[in-house]
């Protein structure tokens, strides 16, 4: 064939009847509850300091926020004062 031509056994039809035939509903639950729980063994559960760290540093970045958001609160709210007065 010519350079731009494809052979017959290089021609693979897609969306015939045979193409990807899904499993039924509950083999896909099944491979779906096996790959949850393979999953969840590869988790690793923090130790008792890591814990008590990671509570730390959420609570304080917690009262930040909030310190923020309430100063930018408090500053627009005398903003609108002074516009509106």
Sequence with gaps: MGAGGARA????KK???SADKK???FARIALFVRQVVA???KV????RSELITYT???LVF???VMAFVTVLDL???KAVMWVFG
Excluded at 9 to 12: F, L, Q, R, S, Y
Aim: aromatic share 0%.
């Design 9 to 12: 056994d290089e021609v693979k």
């Design 15 to 17: 969306g015939g009847p």
């Design 23 to 25: 499993p039924n509903i």
């Design 39 to 41: 999953e969840l063994r």
């Design 44 to 47: 690793v559960t923090p130790t």
């Design 56 to 58: 730390t540093v959420v």
């Design 62 to 64: 917690v009262v930040v």
């Design 75 to 77: 500053g627009i709210g």
